[in-house]
């Protein structure tokens, strides 16, 4: 089942507020286990959760712990992502994205376990807290 919202992306300022709720550690999984993993809920979403296996569509904006943006969705189509399974996403990406609802907004905070590890990567120094800041625009549900 295809659901989905406007595709306009919300500005960076509409993530700089105080979060609705904070998902505690057991409602992230493993990756709650990870420290310095944690996920701000900014706005609440409407219909099913998304789950493993879901195709997604996200506009992100990708943040470096100095709070310079790294990269962005914004100005281009969103990004496609099967949650928990897509190989040019990091896991932190997969592990905050499960679960959200039609619209919303969160703040994932990454650490390098769940990011790039001791790696550099273009733009990225290794061992580097990332923090991305995503909208979920569309599902389609693997029902």
């Known amino acids: ?10 500005p960076r300022a509409a993530f ?24 701000a809920v900014v ?4 219909g099913e959760p998304v789950r493993r296996g879901d195709y997604v569509r996200i506009h992100y904006i990708a943040l470096l712990e100095d709070g310079s943006e790294l ?8 990004l ?6 897509d190989p040019n996403v990091i896991e932190g990406v997969h592990q905050g994205i499960v679960g959200m609802r ?14 790039y590890r001791n ?14 800041l995503v909208e979920l625009v569309e599902i389609n549900t693997s029902e």
């Open 1 to 10: 089942m295809l659901l989905s919202c406007k595709a306009e992306p919300q």
């Open 16 to 39: 700089e507020v105080e979060p609705v709720r904070t998902l505690e550690p057991r409602e992230l999984g493993e990756a709650g286990r990870v420290e310095g993993f944690a996920v």
């Open 43 to 46: 706005r609440e979403g409407a």
């Open 71 to 78: 990269d962005s969705s914004h100005g281009k189509d969103p």
């Open 80 to 85: 496609v992502v099967r949650a928990g399974g």
């Open 102 to 115: 039609l619209g919303e907004l969160r703040r994932i905070a990454i650490p390098p376990k769940l990011g």
């Open 119 to 132: 790696r550099a990567n273009v733009g990225v120094p290794a061992d580097t807290i990332l923090t991305f």
